[in-house]
């Protein structure tokens, strides 16, 4: 949970950025987003390994030797 003290003077908005800011740097919403639709354990499977392949082929781009 995230919590945020309020400053000495400081406005709801620049509180609300903060928040929203240590939200993001806790992963809080990627892992609302994840989920919020429930998917069965196949497709995380699928999705998994896609993205392990996305992975191994932006690495071997990276390799790939200029000539």
Do not use: D, W
């Not at 609300?16 to 497709?43: D, T, W």
């Not at 699928?46 to 191994?56: G, I, Q, S």
């Amino acid at each position: 949970m995230v919590f945020i003290k309020l400053r000495e003077g400081e406005g709801v908005e620049e509180a609300l950025r903060r928040f929203k800011r240590e939200c993001e740097r806790n992963g809080i919403m990627r892992e609302f987003k994840r989920r919020q639709h429930y998917a069965p354990p196949s497709v995380r499977r699928k999705l998994k390994a896609a993205e392990a392949r996305r992975k191994l082929s932006k690495l071997r781009r990276r390799r790939k030797p200029t000539a």
